[in-house]
């Protein structure tokens, strides 16, 4: 029974320690700050960022053209679970998935027309524009969506969310009205990246572990600014002596506006619904939920 329990706690604190050093310890690393994950990213981008730009285009074709065939509801699709979910949606998102790979293919192959009177397509193209959305972002994104897709179980399924939302379920639903086990997506976007906190928040929504309000509540209030995009920011305006006075006004903002925004609309008309029913930790429903009728509660 002792041993048992033993390699119990070694499965639980092993993983959970190593995903936390990867993903909410900010690191010096080259003088500057960051997290163990960007500094891999930054790596992988090092060792393969000539043929990154048109693996971008590569992804964003494929959802494009995949999702409008999807439309018309395919059987390769519909009866695919991991196809079905990744690209049957509504024709808004179909349209602007399109509109994406026009833009991306018009940037890369740096297609300016100089009959274009209005300018719009050297709008889109420029390189503070489209060039520095598929030069310097979706080149870092997609490494850290694929080495996060990679790590992010050792946050999510060893048992760290659950202790954590037992520990701070009385702190983060009468402040928040979000479960205990959200404290792990905020500290992961606030200290980490604002970008896995939403991936996270993603994940447990689409588990029905989170509300469609919860979901909303902590990809608006607490994935706004992390520490790395803050010193983005200042190192880009030449403030970095005030880094500690401005994350710390940062910080108090952002408490203020998380504690607030969950009680006005839009964010408290959003219903306490389930993607998935029955998901939901008994144990982390927040005290401003237990007083509602049975019929509105995830089947536990």
Not at 61 to 73: P, Q, R
Not at 268 to 285: F, Q, R
Request: aromatic fraction near 10%; proline fraction near 5%; hydrophobic fraction near 50%.
């Amino acid at each position: 029974m002792e041993s048992n329990r033993s390699k119990l706690m070694v499965k639980f604190i092993v993983p959970s320690v190593i995903g936390i050093l990867l993903f909410m310890i900010p690191v010096k690393y080259n003088g500057d700050w960051t997290i163990c994950v960007k500094i891999l990213a930054d790596f992988i981008g090092g060792a393969i960022g000539g043929v990154l730009p048109i693996l971008c285009v590569i992804i964003v074709t494929i959802s494009a053209v995949l999702s409008t065939i999807a439309l018309a509801k395919p059987k390769f699709i519909t009866e695919h679970p991991i196809l079905n979910d990744t690209f049957s949606t509504s024709i808004v998102w179909v349209v602007v998935r399109d509109l994406g790979a026009i833009f991306i293919w018009l940037t890369y192959l740096g297609v300016d027309a100089g009959d274009d009177k209005t300018g719009f397509i050297h709008m889109i193209t420029e390189g503070g524009a489209g060039g520095f959305v598929l030069g310097d972002l979706l080149t870092v994104l997609v490494i850290i969506f694929a080495i996060a897709g990679l790590l992010l179980p050792l946050l999510l399924d060893f048992g760290l969310l659950e202790f954590v939302g037992a520990l701070l379920t009385k702190v983060m639903s009468p402040l928040f009205k979000i479960p205990g086990r959200a404290a792990v997506d905020c500290f992961t976007s606030w200290i980490g990246d604002g970008t896995l906190g939403v991936m996270l928040t993603c994940n447990q929504y689409e588990g029905g572990y989170y509300s469609a309000r919860e979901a909303s509540v902590i990809a608006t209030t607490f994935s706004a600014v992390s520490i790395t995009f803050s010193i983005v920011v200042l190192a880009q305006v030449d403030l970095m002596e005030y880094f500690g006075l401005y994350y710390l006004m940062i910080c108090l903002i952002g408490v203020a506006c998380a504690i607030i925004c969950p009680r006005i609309p839009p964010l408290s008309l959003k219903k306490d619904t389930y993607l998935v029913e029955g998901k939901a930790m008994p144990e982390n429903i927040p005290s401003h939920r237990q007083s509602l009728p049975q019929k509105e509660l995830p089947a536990l």
